[in-house]
Every structure is written in structure tokens, then in C-alpha cells.
């Protein structure tokens, strides 16, 4: 008997495999690229580049390489840049070679995401996981790829702050929902053109850095404008005049044409509703951190918003591969929720007390523990620091109770 049920359970587990099976298999790949970049010099040298990879060679272990080459990039610039100040004067600048394994490997990762999709094709093997698979990938880039080139400027007197950084991330962030955001009302895929441009630009970027040095960043290029400002006005100009108008237009003509997947206000705006809350809960934990987070840590900080985002931007892929309703709120803003309730409550009482009191240390330690606890990791007397922080915290506490 219990074999009979077990083998009628393995049978009902096949069913639905291939029922499975059978409903991605008619799921399509929708998409159009209009930029011209993409179109006249970047698509046929991926036709050639493509060729090269055997057949028997899986799309994915491609998408899969050239997204470790940008995690590498990352780790390998907060090695020689873990506090964004290696470009700034009177500072130890990044050595010349780094920039150019860092820009060669950029532009590595960006034919790879490029060429994955020819193989798939070529090999008769393209998947609706392979397009989460690679979509999904491309969404945790963003944060890799924009902290990385934020090391050829820095902070300091000729960088760019990192608050600054937060939000010219975000830009890039939104940009790249805006067009999953098109695809499920529209059911089409407008690839943004700012990503090949930016892809492109980084990587010369970079190679340029490695010749002339990063104080070649320092003097005016046009009048008193800096090199770090021109940095950010073509990220935001990318965005406000390309990026959203095209999507803005894209989705009227989807409108006119009456092939919106949705016609309330509410469903269509439904997939923002996360990503405006991500962005919302990060930037008050900004501004109330006791510790001032983004200014001691910004690399981690900036991980954690790109890895919040790639979980928020993989939900809504899904849906609108499968034709169903994006739900309204993400579980990964519940922990980000919390630390922001309890950071303020903290600012509350902390600013009741007064400054000599036993009780502000304990709950100064409780939030660094709690809450901000990869703040033990700076780089100066950082154990040293974390004993006499204890020490101090039991002794007072004890006194106070």
C-alpha cells in the first residue's frame, strides 16, 4: 500500500513538472531595442563575438560569468578603495594595473550579457527562467557596476559625496524597474538605451584612468565644471531626458493602441509601491542613523539597497512573464521597517536624556549592535574600540540600574 501511494505521489510530482514545463514553454520573450549603439555596433560584433562559444556551452553559465566579473570588480576596488577616498589628493591612489583588469573586465561582463541571449537562440535553448535568470542578474549589477566607478572620483573636495552617490544610484535603480515596469502594462520590453551608452563610457573610464592617473579628474574640463559634476549630469540627464520620456511615450502608444495589460490607476502603478517604499525607508534611515551610517559604511550600505532592489525587480519579472498581479508590498521592507522604527524610537529617547547619562550609552550600544552591527569593521582600532565600548557600556549599566 505505501508503495502503491508512493509511487502515485512521484507520478503526480512528474504531472506537474510538465505541466509546469508546458506553461513557461508558452511564455515569450518580448522585447525591442531601439538604440542605435546597441543596434549598429554593438549587436553585430556580439554576432561575431558569439560564435566563437561552443554549442554545447549554456546561456546561463555565460549571464552567470559575466556577472562575477562585475562581483569581482566590486570586491577588488573595495580592497584598494573600501572608503571611496583612494582618488582624492594627498590620498593612496588605486595603482594604474587595477584600472585596467577593472576596465577590461567591465567590458567583459557587458558582451557577456550581451552574447548569452545570441547563444541561447543559436543553441535553440532560450527559457523563460533564463530570461529571469539574466534579467534577474542585471538588476543586482546596477548596484555593482555604479559603486565600482564611483571609485574614479571619490570623495572628498573633488568627488562626490556618498549621499550624492545614494541618489544617483536610485536614478540607475529606477531606470532599470521603469522598463520591467513598462513590460508588465505593455507586455513589451523597451530596453533602456542608457545602459549601453553607460556600459561603454565606464569602460573607457576606466582604461583612460589608468593613463592619464585620476588627478587628471581634479582640473575644470569647462569653465569651474568638474569632471565628478559632469559625472553626475549625464547620469540624471540620461535618465530625465531619455529613459522616462521614452517609457512615457511607449506607454501612451500602449494606451492609444488599447493593448494596456491593465486600465486601473492602481494596478498599473502597483509595481512602484515597493521600490518608492525601499527607497523611502533607506533615505529616513539615512538622515535619523545614530552612527550616521552611509558616511561610515557606504559600501555596505549600498549592498544592501542593491540587494533589496534585485529581490523587489525579480518579483516583478516574474509577474509579468506570467501574466499575474504584482503584489503591493515586498517581505524584504518589513527588516528595513523595523530597523527605522527602532532607530527613531532610539533619536526619541536618546534626545530626552541627558548627554552624561549611563542609560544614552546603553542604548548607543544596543543600536550599534542591533541595528548598525557591521560598524565593528572599521578599519582603525576597530577591536580596541568594540572592548572599551563594552567595557564602559556594563560598567554604566550596572551603576545605572
Known sequence: MGLVCGQNKEALVWDLWEQSLVVLELLSYSAVDSNPLSLYVMHPFWNTIVKIFPT???????????????????????????????????????????????????????????????????????????????????SWACVYFVVTVYSTFGRGSTGVSVFVLYL???????????????????????????????????????????????????????????????????????????????????????????????????????????????????????????TDILEVHPRLFYFMVGTAFANISCQLIVCQMSSTRCQPLNWMLIPIAVVNSGTLANSVVLSALSPGEPAEQALQYTAFLTKEAHNGLTRSGRRENQLAVCRSTVNNCCKYL
Not at 552567470?64 to 562581483?71: A, H, K
Not at 541571449?117 to 527559457?127: D, E, F, L, P, Y
Not at 584612468?209 to 581634479?218: D, Q
Open 168 to 290: 544617483l544610484l536610485w536614478v540607475v535603480l529606477f531606470s532599470f524597474i521603469l522598463s520591467h515596469w513598462e513590460k508588465y502594462n505593455t507586455g513589451i520590453l523597451f530596453l533602456p538605451w542608457g545602459y549601453d551608452i553607460s556600459q561603454v563610457t565606464i569602460s573607457i573610464v576606466y582604461i583612460v584612468t589608468a593613463i592619464v592617473g585620476v588627478e587628471a579628474w581634479y582640473a575644470p574640463f569647462l569653465f569651474n565644471f568638474l569632471y565628478r559634476d559632469l559625472f553626475t549630469a549625464m547620469i540624471i540627464a540620461c535618465a530625465l531626458t531619455v529613459t522616462l520620456p521614452m517609457s512615457l511615450y511607449n506607454f501612451y502608444k500602449a494606451y492609444k493602441n488599447n493593448t494596456l495589460k491593465h486600465h486601473s490607476v492602481y494596478e498599473i502603478t502597483l509595481p512602484l509601491v515597493s521600490p518608492v517604499l525601499l527607497f523611502v525607508l533607506c533615505t529616513t534611515w539615512i538622515f535619523v542613523s545614530p
Open 56 to 138: 554545447w556551452l549554456a546561456p546561463n553559465l555565460i549571464t552567470f560569468s559575466g556577472f562575477l566579473l562585475l562581483v569581482f570588480n566590486f570586491f577588488l576596488m573595495a580592497y584598494f578603495d573600501p572608503d571611496f577616498y583612494a582618488s582624492a589628493p594627498d590620498h593612496q591612489h588605486v595603482p594604474s594595473g587595477v584600472w585596467v583588469v577593472v576596465g577590461l573586465l567591465n567590458f567583459i561582463a557587458y558582451t557577456l550579457d550581451g552574447v548569452d541571449g545570441k547563444q541561447a537562440r543559436r543553441t535553440n535553448s532560450s527559457t523563460p527562467l533564463g530570461e529571469l535568470f539574466d534579467h534577474g542578474l542585471d
